[in-house]
């Protein structure tokens, strides 16, 4: 299997059992860093370590990894309640009446405007946009901790504001305020889940944090539900409330978590990673072929490569180079998120309603649908273990287009039963994306890009999410108001063709990160490995032998079945 042909001007290149670093990138990091050669053979004893640990073993050796991670994960649980409380006040009698507008229908005689739905739907997405971007900044310079600490502490203060709101212009500063914090959770959490734990465990804590996300949706529903029949303006001051249950535990927990191992190694203080590591770790249970000094000369070597590699630390360096390709992948991902039809899921109850059924009947079908996200987010643990981000992805977007049809041609009937058909649809619908794109969607976002550019790119791929979470705030509630497009059910078409677009971008462009090192995935993506193969090339990132001398360009490949790869080799 050919990976790439040497040029004319490249190094000596030698057949070995897999892809490796080039020889200049070598020589570039024993330049930057007069330990690289002893680093060298500690990073490789820790990439196969890592690499042959197994799921129980990483639990074992990261026990506190994982603890701290949740902890900080759970701050999303605050932003999956806000975004179901928004959307499900607009179906909510008492939350109408204070802050809508008279209809003239006696069954729905208050209604908030198609304008202002929009508007209030978005005010958190622009904020969260702000925060992403501070975060960008902010928490590479000042690390993780302390940017999670002062975010927390912001929310807090800035959840008076909805909470008091005494009509729409005060509730769209709330929302806009609230969200830059929530803009700041939605990658900081991510990156530091991806950074704490060994590459076993990566896929199980990011993915946490669309359960938290979830989790947060649930809770919102429930809480609506319960409220649902009471008339005075507690029934939607309440559920503001309950915000305030959520940022004071969390940040006790993050004054105990240690900074990020890897944040610590990108700032030069190789001491305090190994320490944070240590403090990640169990010494009693760890696997006894763990040891913190070559996990941290791993991150070294990792760092340094992908300084070598024109790595930078900006937002220009992610469009820059082969980090183009990585920034592309991240961003596209995410944002297939919200152009895959999951804005039904976000304005299901006011969907439910529209679509015919009682407000009562509405909710507990929203209560269900978050439900089964959680089950199937849970569910999607045990399949990525066994088939991989990318075949998760594709088969899901496959059978979220056949779903989204569905929902389209059950909408064209007059059956007086045709509203529940599509409840169940869209229940469905729910699971097959809770258990396939929505968690899977975290791994991935977490796992291609460069160590060095993981903070910034997780940023502009959110941003990109809600740039597309701000357009589907604006078309959804026209597609589905009654005063406006009235679509309702039969937006299903419309997203339908837009999730088969998703899909086909996904079959050609999304690789394959599932049991790959930082430094394996840098040399995928610097040897320009298509997508579709990743998943089959043999990586030895920091291998030291030597062996003979091939022939240049034209000459043939040696296939060993598995094969030998054609790949330049650096001369220790």
Not at 39 to 59: C, H, P, S
Not at 95 to 109: L, V, W
Not at 310 to 321: A, M, T
Request: aromatic share 12%; net charge neutral.
């Amino acid at each position: 299997m050919a990976t790439r042909d040497a040029s004319p001007n490249s190094d000596p290149v030698t057949l070995t059992h897999g892809l490796q670093p080039t020889s200049t990138a070598i020589r570039k990091m024993s330049v930057a860093n007069a330990d690289i050669p002893q680093l060298l053979g500690e990073a490789k004893d820790a990439t196969r370590v890592e690499k042959n640990m197994t799921i129980w073993q990483a639990f074992r050796t990261y026990p506190k990894a994982v603890v701290f991670s949740m902890i900080l994960s759970t701050a999303i649980v605050m932003e999956g309640y806000d975004i179901v409380l928004l959307a499900n006040f607009y179906a909510f009698p008492s939350f109408n009446a204070r802050y809508g507008s008279p209809t003239g229908d006696p069954k729905n005689p208050y209604e908030i405007p198609a304008a202002w739905q929009a508007g209030l739907s978005n005010g958190a997405g622009v904020g969260e946009i702000l925060g992403l971007f501070i975060n960008g900044i902010v928490s590479e310079r000042y690390g993780y901790r302390k940017t999670m600490l002062v975010s927390l502490v912001a929310v807090t203060a800035f959840i008076f504001i909805p909470f008091f709101a005494k009509n729409l212009i005060e509730l769209q500063i709330g929302e806009i305020l609230c969200g830059i914090p929530w803009g700041v959770f939605q990658t900081l959490t991510t990156a530091y889940a991806s950074e704490v734990c060994p590459t076993q465990l990566r896929a199980y804590l990011t993915t946490y944090v669309n359960l938290c996300w979830v989790m947060g949706q649930l809770i919102g529903s429930g809480v609506l539900r319960s409220l649902v029949q009471r008339s005075d303006q507690w029934s939607y001051r309440i559920p503001f409330a309950i915000q305030w249950i959520w940022p004071i535990p969390i940040i006790v927990g993050v004054l105990f978590a240690p900074e990020s191992p890897w944040w610590l190694v990108r700032r030069g203080r190789v001491e305090d990673a190994k320490q944070a590591l240590r403090s990640l770790t169990s010494s009693n249970n760890a696997d006894a072929s763990f040891d913190v000094d070559d996990t941290v000369a791993m991150m070294v070597t990792t760092n340094e490569l992908e300084k070598t590699l024109e790595s930078g630390v900006g937002y220009l360096d992610c469009f820059r180079g082969i980090d183009l390709r990585r920034t592309e992948i991240v961003c596209i991902t995410w944002v297939i998120q919200n152009l895959c039809g999951s804005a039904f899921m976000g304005y299901s109850t006011y969907f439910y309603e529209q679509a015919g059924l009682p407000t009562v009947q509405a909710f507990n079908m929203s209560m269900g649908q978050y439900a089964i996200g959680f089950v199937g987010t849970i569910g999607s643990w045990f399949l990525m273990s066994h088939a991989g981000r990318r075949t998760l992805y594709v088969n899901g977007l496959a059978m979220l287009t056949v779903l989204l049809l569905c929902i389209g041609l059950t909408s064209i009937s007059n059956h007086q039963n045709a509203s529940w058909g599509i409840g169940s649809l869209l229940l469905i619908y729910t699971f097959v994306y809770d258990i396939t794109v929505g968690p899977v969607c975290y791994s991935l976002v977490a796992e291609i890009p460069s160590t060095r550019l993981k903070t910034k790119s997780i940023v502009l791929a959110r941003n990109l999410y809600n740039v597309a979470g701000i357009v589907n705030g604006i078309i959804v509630p026209y597609m589905l108001n009654p005063t406006a497009w009235n679509w309702k059910g039969k937006s299903g078409f419309f997203w339908a063709g837009m999730c088969f677009l998703c899909f086909s971008w996904t079959y050609f462009r999304l690789p394959e990160p599932k049991g790959r090192t930082y430094g394996e995935l840098d040399i995928l993506f610097e040897q320009g490995v298509s997508a579709r193969k990743f998943s089959r090339i043999d990586v030895s990132p920091w291998a030291g032998e030597t062996a003979p001398t091939p022939p240049r360009v034209g000459s043939k490949e040696k296939d060993n079945g598995g094969g030998l790869e054609m790949v330049e080799k650096a001369s220790t």
